[in-house]
């Protein structure tokens, strides 16, 4: 019984260092099961629902937020990505990712997608958020500009092309917002798609 203790103390242990580690893992966002076309993507995006909240692929700066609370689109609940005007500059949710090695797994061929939503009771155009990529050789990739001022519940998709210099590189995801007034944006369903052959 001596023996059995420590054995059943180690087991305990090991069992809540391996759950511990489990809740602390990213998920990247994988391949949808829309249909055979969309199987042919993956979706690079670490966390791209903002759910894994142990999850620190996510970068919040400058009052930038994960919301727990609220919700969105007329009643889906959070989590999302959230800024919080008035703002004083640039707000920024970004994260690093990975293109996908190429040859037989991948090609080079890209698309962004998301949904946002701007609360803003002056209905101002400079209420608005940018999205850019980061490239591997540190140059800036200008990926959408939506509308600005108040809009509800818009999904956006962009269609980047081929870029096969990005397979197997650190690629940032960055959103920028300014908020001049007291106004919110939510950001959500984030997903950089890599084509499948």
Request: glycine residues 10%; proline residues 7%.
């Amino acid at each position: 019984m001596k023996f059995l203790r420590p054995v059943l103390l180690f087991a305990f242990v090991l069992t809540e260092i391996t759950a511990s580690a489990q809740a602390q893992t990213c998920a990247q966002g994988g391949s949808p099961t829309c249909g055979p076309l969309c199987e042919q993507y993956y979706n690079l995006i670490w966390d791209p629902y903002f759910t894994q909240s142990d999850c620190a692929a996510w970068q919040f700066y400058n009052g930038a937020e994960r919301a727990l609370s609220g919700t969105y689109c007329a009643g889906w609940s959070a989590p999302f990505g959230r800024f919080l005007g008035p703002s004083n500059g640039w707000q920024q949710i970004y994260q690093t990712t990975y293109g996908g090695s190429g040859g037989s797994a991948y090609s080079g061929a890209y698309s962004f997608s998301y949904r946002y939503e701007i609360n803003d009771p002056l209905n101002n155009p400079n209420t608005h958020i940018e999205v850019y990529i980061l490239q591997p050789n540190s140059t800036w990739y200008l990926v959408d500009v939506p509308p600005g001022g108040s809009q509800f519940c818009q999904g956006r998709s962009i269609n980047l092309g081929l870029h096969s210099e990005w397979n197997g590189q650190p690629i940032q995801v960055y959103f920028w917002a300014l908020l001049p007034g007291n106004s919110n944006i939510i950001i959500n369903e984030v997903g950089l798609w890599q084509q499948q052959p």
